[in-house]
C-alpha cells in the first residue's frame, strides 16, 4: 500500500488526465486524486457513464475540480478532438495515466483498422501521449504512468512478445491472449522508449502492473454471472479490490523517488514465469527479456508514430521549412 504521506500531499494546482476514468482502477485514481485537490479530467467513451461517475465523486469530495472529456481510444479522430478540446480549456498538464484498456477481446478492428488490444491500449494512448508531450514539458515537473500489466510476460501460456511485422495479427491466427500480452509489452517499452526521450525535462515515465483486481476487464474472458459466484474463489486465489489494485498507479503518479527511477516498472504482486518476482516491486526488474530491448523500444516507437500519422506530419512539415520563403 502507499505510504500515508504520500495519499496526504496537497494537489492544488495539479491538473491530471485519467483515461477510463468512469470504471475500476481508473475510476479509484481519479477519486483519490480529486480527494487531494487535483484538477482531474475524467477522459472516458461513455461521456454520460464518465458524469455520473464524477457525480459519485463529488458526492464523496464535494469541492472536487472535475471534468468529463470524451476519449475514444480506438478511433485517432477521438483522440485528436479530445486533445485539441482539453488544450483549447487548459494550458498545462501533470500528471497524465493512460489506464483504460480492453483484454482478451474477440478479434476487432478500431476505427483506424489496427487490431483492437494493439489499438486501445498503445496506440490510441501513444497518439494522446505524443500531442499532449509540449503541455507537460512546459509544465514540468510532471509525470506519465502507463497501466501495463505482469501479463507482458506470458498471459495465460502465451509470451508477450512484439511482432512489428504482424502487429494486427493479418497474417497469423488471432489469438487474444497473445495479443494483450503484446499490447501490455507495448505498453512497457512505450513508458521506457519515453522516459529516455524526456531525459532532462523534468517529465517522468514509468509503467504499473495494478495486480489482479476485481473490475470491469474480465468481461470478455468470463460472463459477468460467473465472475460473481466465482468471487469469494478469486479472492482467496489473490484478486484483490480496486481500492488496493490502484496503489501502484497512484505510488508511480505520487512518490518523490519515482523522479530517480525513469523509465523504470512499478508492479504490485503478478504472475511472472520467474517466481521469484511474484511478489513484486516498486520499482520491478521486469523477468521478460523483452521488456529490455531498448532496440525493439526504439522501432515501436518509430513504427507507432507511422501508424498513427506523426511522422507524415513531421515529414511534411520538414519540407515546408526547406521550401524557400516567397514574398
Ligand atoms: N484488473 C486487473 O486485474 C488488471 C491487471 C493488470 C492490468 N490491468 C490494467 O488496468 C487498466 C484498467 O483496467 P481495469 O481493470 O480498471 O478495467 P475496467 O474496469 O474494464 O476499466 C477499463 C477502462 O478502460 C476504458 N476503455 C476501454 N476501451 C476504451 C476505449 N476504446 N477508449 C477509451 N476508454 C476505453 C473502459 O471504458 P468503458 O467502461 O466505456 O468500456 C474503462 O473505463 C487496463 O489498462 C488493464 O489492462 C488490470
Given at each position: 500500500m502507499c505510504p500515508p504521506a504520500v495519499l496526504s500531499q496537497n494537489l492544488h494546482g495539479r491538473r491530471v488526465i485519467v483515461t477510463g476514468a468512469n470504471s475500476g482502477i481508473g475510476f479509484v485514481t481519479a477519486q483519490q486524486l480529486a480527494k487531494q485537490g487535483a484538477s482531474?479530467?475524467?477522459?472516458?467513451?461513455?461521456?454520460?457513464?464518465?458524469?455520473?461517475?464524477?457525480?459519485?465523486?463529488?458526492?464523496?469530495?464535494?469541492?472536487?475540480?472535475l471534468e468529463v472529456r470524451k476519449l475514444d481510444l480506438g478511433d485517432l479522430s477521438s483522440v485528436r478532438a479530445f486533445v485539441d478540446g482539453y488544450l483549447g480549456a487548459h494550458d498545462s498538464l501533470h500528471l497524465l495515466i493512460n489506464n483504460a484498456g480492453v483484454m482478451n477481446t474477440p478479434q476487432g478492428k478500431t476505427a483506424d483498422g489496427f487490431e483492437t488490444q494493439i489499438g486501445v491500449n498503445h496506440l490510441g494512448h501513444f497518439l494522446l501521449t505524443e500531442l499532449l508531450l509540449d503541455t507537460l514539458k512546459k509544465s514540468a515537473p510532471a509525470r506519465v504512468v502507463?497501466?501495463?500489466?505482469?501479463?507482458?510476460?506470458?498471459?495465460?501460456?502465451r509470451e508477450g512478445v512484439i511482432d512489428l511485422d504482424d502487429l494486427h495479427f493479418e497474417n497469423r491466427e488471432y489469438e487474444g491472449w497473445a495479443s494483450y500480452a503484446q499490447s501490455k509489452l507495448a505498453n512497457v517499452l512505450h513508458a521506457k522508449?519515453?522516459?529516455?526521450?524526456l531525459e532532462g525535462t523534468g517529465v517522468t515515465a514509468v509503467s504499473v502492473h495494478p495486480g489482479w483486481v476485481r473490475t470491469e476487464l474480465m468481461r470478455h474472458t468470463m460472463p459477468a454471472w460467473m465472475?460473481?459466484?466465482?468471487?469469494?474463489?478469486?479472492?482467496?486465489?489473490?484478486?484483490?479490490?480496486?481500492?488496493?489494485?490502484?496503489?501502484?498507479?497512484?505510488?508511480?503518479?505520487?512518490?518523490?523517488?519515482?523522479?530517480?527511477?525513469?523509465?523504470?516498472?512499478?508492479?504490485?504482486?503478478?504472475?511472472?514465469?520467474?517466481?521469484?518476482?511474484?511478489?513484486?516491486?516498486?520499482?520491478?526488474?521486469?523477468?521478460?527479456?523483452?521488456a529490455h530491448d531498448d532496440d525493439m523500444a526504439q522501432r515501436l516507437y518509430e513504427h507507432s508514430r507511422q501508424l498513427v500519422g506523426l511522422a507524415a506530419a513531421s515529414a511534411r512539415e520538414a519540407s515546408q521549412a526547406a521550401r524557400p520563403h516567397q514574398a
Open positions: 482531474v479530467t475524467l477522459a472516458c467513451r461513455n461521456e454520460a457513464e464518465g458524469s455520473a461517475r464524477a457525480d459519485e465523486i463529488r458526492a464523496e469530495v464535494p469541492n472536487a475540480d502507463v497501466v501495463s500489466s505482469c501479463y507482458h510476460d506470458m498471459a495465460m501460456g522508449q519515453l522516459a529516455k526521450r465472475q460473481r459466484v466465482t468471487r469469494p474463489f478469486m479472492r482467496m486465489m489473490g484478486m484483490v479490490e480496486p481500492w488496493e489494485g490502484t496503489q501502484t498507479t497512484l505510488y508511480a503518479a505520487l512518490a518523490p523517488d519515482v523522479e530517480d527511477h525513469p523509465g523504470a516498472y512499478y508492479s504490485q504482486t503478478g504472475t511472472y514465469r520467474d517466481k521469484s518476482k511474484n511478489t513484486g516491486g516498486w520499482p520491478l526488474e521486469s523477468p521478460s527479456p523483452h
